[in-house]
């Protein structure tokens, strides 16, 4: 059975850093692309920050500078730093594992920011 298990997110005033974390189980790990997305309210859901199976990373703009994607293939999980946040990063952030012919949801995780 794939899962991919998220933990973090939360309540948090602007400027501050949040850590999510997503764990798989069920996966070949190292051979999917992970991916976090984020759904803000009436907004639909968009790409956020993307790492490949061999490292290589890219962000959408608004997050660049911001917020970084790692993973650990040994502990199957991927992780995303958010640093200095801002009110239009509220959103339910989901973790997102891709390979050919896969593909895999976390849960979702609210993130707000407000003070």
């Known amino acids: 059975q794939v899962q991919l298990v998220q933990s973090g997110g939360g309540l948090v005033q602007p400027g501050g850093s949040l850590r999510l974390s997503c764990v798989a189980s069920g996966i070949f790990f190292r051979l999917y692309t992970m991916a976090w997305y984020r759904q803000g309210p009436g907004k639909q859901r968009e790409l956020v920050a993307v790492?490949?199976?061999?490292?290589?990373?890219n962000y959408t703009d608004s997050v660049k500078g911001r917020f970084t994607i790692s993973r650990d293939n040994a502990l199957n999980a991927v992780y995303l730093q958010m640093n200095s946040l801002k009110s239009e990063d509220t959103a339910v952030y989901y973790c997102n594992g891709n390979a050919p012919l896969r593909n895999y949801w976390g849960q979702g995780t609210q993130v707000i920011v407000s003070s």
């Open positions: 790492i490949s199976n061999d490292g290589l990373t």
